[in-house]
């Protein structure tokens, strides 16, 4: 079965910064699209960067220029660090990979940010 497994959420003050990893397992060949969701309290969850195998693909328009996500195609990893963070962009990062067709979502970790 297709694992993801999150890690680097915690609480940040605003203005902080902070790293998330997601590391895929039973994914058989190579994942084409790795990225990172967003989901806050009472809201759909919303893009905020994927990327392919050799370049980013989208960003969310709040997050260019503060966010970089990252992958390792070997490892099958993909982080993304994120700067200078609002209380309005805190909420529920999932991880999600694209494999055969089918996306797979991790259980997400959260990133507080208090007002």
């Known amino acids: 079965q297709v694992g993801l497994e999150e890690s680097g959420g915690g609480l940040v003050q605003p203005g902080g910064s902070l790293s998330l990893s997601c590391v895929a397992s039973?994914?058989?060949?190579?994942?084409?699209?790795m990225g990172w969701y967003r989901q806050a309290p009472g809201k759909q969850r919303e893009l905020v960067a994927t990327?392919?195998?050799?370049?980013?693909?989208n960003v969310a328009n709040f997050a260019k220029g503060r966010f970089a996500i990252s992958r390792n195609t070997a490892e099958n990893t993909v982080d993304m660090q994120m700067d200078s963070l609002q209380p309005g962009e805190a909420g529920i990062f999932l991880c999600?990979?694209?494999?055969?067709?089918?996306?797979?979502w991790g259980p997400g970790t959260r990133v507080p940010v208090p007002s």
């Open positions: 999600v990979v694209l494999v055969g067709g089918t996306y797979y």
């Open positions: 039973g994914t058989g060949d190579t994942i084409r699209t």
């Open positions: 990327i392919n195998q050799n370049e980013v693909r």
